[in-house]
């Protein structure tokens, strides 16, 4: 089961897979989460067991949220298979 958590004031964990059937509702779930918090904040990745391409349109997501919002958000412990799915459609830079 995917799920996401505060871990810390400013630091939101993901666990689980990271593929479409789950992305919909982690996305929500997420977007819940960040709306609680303000300046900057972390996702940490560490605990994702596997990711396909709808992970990084999920990160996408998070990020036009934060924006929306004035949050800064930073993504750590980023699985390696998303860095390269995001560096083969050159969006690399979004994953940094």
């Keep these: 089961m995917t799920n996401a958590s505060i871990k810390s ?6 666990e689980g897979e990271l593929k479409f059937p789950v992305i919909m509702q982690l996305r929500k779930q997420v977007e819940s989460l960040l709306s609680g918090l303000n300046g900057k904040a972390q996702v940490d990745f560490a605990e994702v067991t596997s990711v396909d391409s709808s992970a990084l349109s ?7 949220f934060a924006k929306r919002n004035k949050l800064e958000l930073e993504p750590i412990n980023l699985p390696v298979e998303m860095q390269g799915i995001a560096k083969l459609v050159g969006l690399e830079d979004l994953t940094n």
Excluded at 58 to 64: A, D, E, H, K, S
């Design 9 to 14: 004031a400013q630091l939101i964990a993901i």
């Design 58 to 64: 999920f990160w996408l997501c998070c990020l036009r």
